[in-house]
Structures are given as C-alpha cells and as structure tokens.
C-alpha cells in the first residue's frame, strides 16, 4: 500500500524531478527521502506495473543520438574540398567567357559530386551506427523484489540496480548499499584512479568528480558489489550532458584513410602547381588565356584524385558490415587495418576453444569414484560408483542416486553441498530447455548435487549464507559462510565454510582430506594431484571442494581458510571443444597465424583441449606452460620461450600482459582475448584487443577494439580473413583508380606541351571520373574474397599499399591509356572524322580501357579467367550502368550539345575496342609474369 502511494506520488511528480534534472542534489539527501523522492523502495524496486509506466513516460535510457553535426553542416563539408574549388573557379571563368553550358555542366557536376560524398558519408556512419545496437549492455535489477536481467535501454528513475565488478554502470545511481565499491570514473572526470564508494550523505555542492554516495552512467565498477536506485537516465545524466555538449561526432578515420588523404592532397597540390606552370608555359608560347586556361582545369580535374579518401571509408565501412555479420563487432575502425596484419592470436579457452557448457562427468572422493549420467542442465541423470553400467542408467531419477552414493559417501555429500551452495548461479526452465542464470561451471555443479540427491535448498535454510569470498580469476576459488538460522554468525558456536575452486588452490589451503562421518585423515595431495592428472587427461575441467568448521565470530578470509580446510572431493566436468573451432585453427595455421592458448584452467585439461583443437601442445617440450612457470623464465628468454609454447595454464592477467609484451617484442601483431575487469590492460596492450561479448565484463568490452557476439575462436579467424579482404579491396581500388588520373592527365599535359588540340575537353573529363569512379570503382569493395586469401601469410605491418609491382603496373597502365587515346584521336581525325567525333571517340576509348582494367584488378594475382567475370554482380552491374551513359554522351542530342560529343559509327566502335582488347593484353601479360610479387 505504501509502495503504491509513492509511486503514485512519483506519477504525479513533474517528469524533471523523477530524473533528476530540476532536483539534482540526490547526493544531498538522506537515503529514505531519495527514496521517497523516487517514488521506489530499495529493497524491493519497483514494481513492474510502475516500471512500463514510467518507460512510457521517460522513454528508453539511451544517449540522445548525435549525428555528425546536422545535414546541412555534412552537405557544406563536401564543398570543403580543393576539387571543388578548383571547378568552382573553372564555373565562375567559364561563365565569364560566355560558356554558359561549359559553366551549368561544371556547376552541375559539384552538386552530383557533393551528393555523392554526403551520401556516402552518410552509409558509412549509419553503417557504424548499427554497430553499436549490436553490443548490448544488460542490467541486473530488483523488480517486484526478484532479481533480473534486462536490457540497459529499458531502466527508469527508481530502479532498483545491482552492480558487481566489471560491471558499466547503466544509468546515474544514489547508492543504497555497497561492499567494497570501486569505479573507474575516467570517462567523465579524466581521473585514471578508481573511486572508492561509500553512503554517507554529501553537501548539496559537491563536485561531480566527489560525489562517493553516486555512480554515474558510463563509469565502470573496478571493484566490489553495490546496489542503487536510478535517479537519472539516458540524455538526462552526467554523461548525457558531457554528449551534448561535445555533440561527439562519429570519427571515421583511420591512420591509412588520414595518410591516404594526406596523399592526396599533396598530390592535388602539386596537381595545381602543375596546372598553372602548364598555364603559364602555354600563354608564354603564345597560345590564347582562355583555351589555356580550359586546358589547365581540365588537367587539374582530370589528374586530382578525389575519390580516394570517400572509396577508402566506403571499402572500411562494407568491412565492417561484413565483420558484424560474421559476429565480430568492431568498436575501434583502425584495427580493421591491423587484423590484416596479425600473425598471433591468443586466446582463452573456455567458452571460446570449448562450448561453455558444462556437465560434471565424474566425481572422487577419498573413498569412491563416481559417474555422473545426463547431459545438459537438466535434472535428469545419476550419481552412480564408477564403471556401475553408465549406459542404460541415464534415465534414473535423484532419489535412486542417493542411496547408492551420497548417503553412504559422506564426503560425496560434503562435495556436491559445496559445490551447490557455494554457488551464485540459477537453473531455470524455459519451455523444453534450461537456462543458465550466470556461471555455467557453478550451473553444473548445482544440477550436480540435485542428480545425487543432496537438498541444497534445505541446507541453505537452516544454515543460511552470512558471508562469501567471491571468485575471482586471481583467488581461483570461492568460499561461502554458513551460520545457523537464528544467529548471524557473530556469536558463539560453530559456522561452516563451503570451498570450490582450482584444484591447486584449495590443495594449498588444504591440511586434512574427509574419510567419512568425523574422520579426517591427513590430506594425501599426490594421490589427489593423480586422479586430477587422469580427469585432465582426458580434457575434464576439474575443480576441487573443501569445508571447515570455523568458530562463531572469525572472519572469513584466507587467513583463516590456510592450513584449516578438509578436501572433501573433486568433481570434473565435461566442457566440449565447438564445431568449428578445429578448422578454425587449422585455416589460422594455413594464414601463417600462429594460435595459442591462455586460460586461467589445469594445464592438463587445456594440453587436452588444444589438442583436440589441432594446437600442438606437450608439457615435456616446453609448448604447454603454466604461469608459474612462465613467471621462472628470465626476461631475456622470454620471448623465445613465448615464441615456442602454445599452451599457457593457470595464467593470471598480469602474466597476460607480460606474454602480449613478450610477442610484441619479437615483432608480432598480436591480437588477445578477454573477459574479465583484470583483463582490460591485456587487452588494451594487445594490436587487437577482443573482448567477449555474451560472457565478458563490461570493462573488458570497453577495453577491446573488437567485441565477438558469440564468444566463438572461429569468429576471430573470420574478422581475420575479413581484415585480409579489406585491404585487398583497398589496394585494387587505387590500382584501379590511379592510373585513370595520371592518364587523364598525362594527355592534357602532352596535348599543353606539343601545343595540339585537347584531345578530351575537361567536361568530358570531368564525365568520365564522376562516372567511372562510382559505377566501375567503387564496385571493387563489394569483390568477394580471393580463395588464396588465408594461405598467404600475414601482410607486413609496415608494408606499403602499393609495392613496386603495383606502382609499374599503374605507370603501365597509365601510358596505355595516354597512347591509345591520343592514337584513336588522331585515327579519327585523319579519317574525316569532325573534332566532337574524334573526342567522343577518345572518351569511349579512356573508358573502355578502365572497364577491362576494371576487371583485371578484380584480382591482383589471379587472371579474370579463373575468377569468373560474374562472380561479382555489382561490378557486372556497374559496367552495364557505365555502358548505357557512354551510349547517352555518344547518341542522345542533349548530351551531345552539354559535352560537345557527336554520335560515332560501328567502324569507330571496332577500333575502339580493338585498342582496348590490345591494352588488356598487355596488362595481362604483365599480370601474368609478375604475379607473384604484387
Ligand atoms: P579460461 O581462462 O579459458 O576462460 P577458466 O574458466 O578455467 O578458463 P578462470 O575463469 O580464470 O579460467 O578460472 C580459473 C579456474 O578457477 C578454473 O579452471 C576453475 O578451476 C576455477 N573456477 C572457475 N570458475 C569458478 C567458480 N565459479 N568458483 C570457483 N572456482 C572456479
């Protein structure tokens, strides 16, 4: 009844002071009155009738979306470019001299020219846009008092929201409760050091930056738990605010699109130099200003490459398009260059080599061996002694299991309890299927004690949890305290503390091993360290479970566990190795990528795994290592030692980064994976960082250039060959799409230099780059992989776009199209032919040539032959599109009167083709003979 009151009374509330904008000093006042305020109750949240009402009323809690600074501001950026000047400039002489056609057609084409790059602009940031919904963050919440998981998007003011280590904070929060809280708050205050949290209610003025009883959105939880009630979401918090106030636009840049747009505009530069010297010259020697001048622009059009910076974004864009739809998202564009380039991937095991599903197989303790029948989280399925007929027993229910084993295994008990109630995780049914709620290993383990029998539920009861240590990739373990019902564990008596954990972890805190009901024997570590040695052989993932009796009042912390715990037994679980993983491997392996294998499990159960997954993997030859291990090798030998190991075990984040060091010291792009809060430097240090996207943190995410949908090895194989294609389809393209600039030029500056008649005029000119560029160039980004693709080894990092092959191709290519040109013009002439028909001749020509061009650098190394000329429709598109237009310039009268074309006969169009055919011999000649160096 109260609850409905506040809420109703957050209903009747203004919308601002709900969240948090006209009442901002929730860090100002007591804990009950924020409440109070919020309309919600923090122990209990909100009530789901209220949440879709406020969703309803608040809207959904994302950043007001900010696009590149406005339509207008993105069209008035096209013009922003030397290009446009130049025609600007060549429209306003052209005017001038009375070419009002010359003029219209100029003007015309800056506008196409400004449209095409707007919309280009525009696909490439939609592009990336999408990304983003791709990684979703999630929010724990208490709603109706039960705990959830909903998407971030779906928060309202008054949410109740659970926060742990690793966690992004989802909205602006007042904490209500916390344990050890730390956060990174870099993102809005520039701060690198962690905050500590607290509750204690704070001066109304307090800066942002100190304000400990509040969490804001965007920052990350480093540390310890929490929970929170939301005061403000989406554009309406601290972070919505520093948004608007940068309007953050997209950067779509990369250091190759910066340098490649650095290229080009020293070349336009040098282009213009080139022009007005030619200008200059040509007036000295006599010739008319104006001809000149129509001379230089058309050479300074003609030469400029100005489609190289939008194709370069437009061939990234389509890769990562193409990345998210194989399931690697890609946070940071440059690393699309770099995974070309990667020669090293390293990666963790479980989830990524294996499925992350895991089912306990078998179960020791000092005095059995047992099977574990079923698969899956189910109930169904047995404890049964080892070897009992597994087969045909997979049916049974619980309660047969435990009188066959738990009830008389008194230590088996003491296991499968630690393993259920020393546990965060849930099982719960959806449909046919059951879903895990958090950890699948601590999953496992509690379907585990239900198959044996043990009445976890009931033991929580009456000896409910009063304290945990819990599980971190650096402890390995985790320990719950138990204390009976009715006291809080504080006073005298006895508590219990459940252990589970890595089996060489809780061995070091192990003193004794149970025998049975009150006897414990002395712990024999090397007959325990053989039966794990035989799970992990056989690629069983084994954890170990301890209890003690810990007298009311002691703490719990490892000082008090060391020496003190009693082995009760170990319990080994299945994990398989995914589908794909082998192959995966196998076509790193063929790419010249080297893979290996760091994981925080045994190294015999991952040595086990690599295997399965074609990584070579020995402890005898030094390719399977464990951290401690790898902490022993002096610097020096380091990298050779990392070098040669595949497999590296029990490895902590700190020893992550020392192995990424270690490659990258040998001169390898090395790509890593992580999941954890620890794991950001790692991945932060690595070339590619890649972050797990359903089981990773959201440090780790935040951390990463790459988030992997699907947790999947095989998907970081495909964003590899994906990274390879990008730039095969980059290098094709300025293959393409030099050699049609320098021939476009190279006439001009010949026709200026001899004093002859232009062979093409610069509208013409100007026709066949906007044309070409759009329908034959940027059809090269759409070109399918090459099948040697994955067999090359991984490009040079340093290595440059073009090689010297590449560069005397285009020089080749460019002094075809200057003599062929100058060839049919002359032809044409000489055979009777008027001036606009030789030029219409000489356009069809220069087209002509870049269309067969066009399919010779589908592929660098391989003839058109064998790749099929229509394996890539967009280009077959393209070529019709570009077919039809030079049909319209020649025959449609219009047309002719804006380009001073002329119709021409079938007798032209035969020479035409016939000087093309013989130019693409000779690229395929030279294509032929030095293939192999390109
Ligand atoms: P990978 O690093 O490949 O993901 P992993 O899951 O084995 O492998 P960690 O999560 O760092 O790596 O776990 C290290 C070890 O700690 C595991 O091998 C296991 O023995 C133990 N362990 C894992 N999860 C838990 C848990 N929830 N509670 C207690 N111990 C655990």
New binding site residues.
Partial sequence: MEKTRQAKAAGRRPAPAANGTADPAHHGLPLHEVVLLLGTDHVQGLASAEVARRQAEFGANVLPRSRGGGIFRKLARQFHNPLVYVLLAAAAVTLFLGEYLDSGVILAVVLVNTLIGFVQEVRAEAALDALHSLVRTRAVVVRDGQREEVPSEDLVPGDLVILEAGDKVPADLRLVRLSGLRADESALTGESETVEKNEVVLPPTTPVADRRNMVYSGTLVTAGTGAGVVVAIGGETELGEIHRLMGSVQQIATPLTQKLAHFSMTLTVAILALAAVAFLAGVARGQQPPQMFTAAVALAVGAIPEGLPAAVTVTLAIGVRRMARRRAVVRRLPVVETLGSTTVICS?????FTENQMTVRALWTSSGAYDVTGSGYGPEGRVLPAGAGVQGASEGSAAEGTEATAARDFALHWSLLAGAACNDARVVREGDAWRVQG?P??AAMLVTAGKGGVDTAQFLSAYPRRGALP?T?ES???ATLHAPRLTDGSGTGQNTVLV????ERVLELCAWQMDGPGDNGHLNKQAVLEVAHRFAGTGL???ATAMMHLPAGTSLDEANLRGQLTLTGLQAMFDPPREAAAAAVHACHQAGVAVKM?????IGTAATIARAVGITADRADGTALTGTELDAIPEDQLPDAVERATVFARVSPEQKLRLIGALQSRGHVAAMTG?GVNDAPALRQANVGIAMGRSGTEVAKEASDIVLTDDDFATIEAAVEEGRNVFDNLTKFIVWTLPTNMGEGLVILVAILAGATLPVLPTQILWINMTTAVALGLMLAFEPKEPGLMSRPPRAPGRPLLTWTLTLRILLVSTLLVAGTWWIFELELAGGASLAEARTAAVNLFVAVETFYLFSCRSLTRSVWRIGFFSNRWVVLGVLVQAAGQLAITYSPVMNELFHTAPIGPETWLRILGIAVLASLVVAVDKRFRRHSF
């Fill in positions: 963790d095991k479980t989830g990524t950890d290993t601590e599980f990739s390995q373990y985790m589970k954990g890595a089996l993932r084994v954890l760091i994981t925080g499990d045994h999941d």
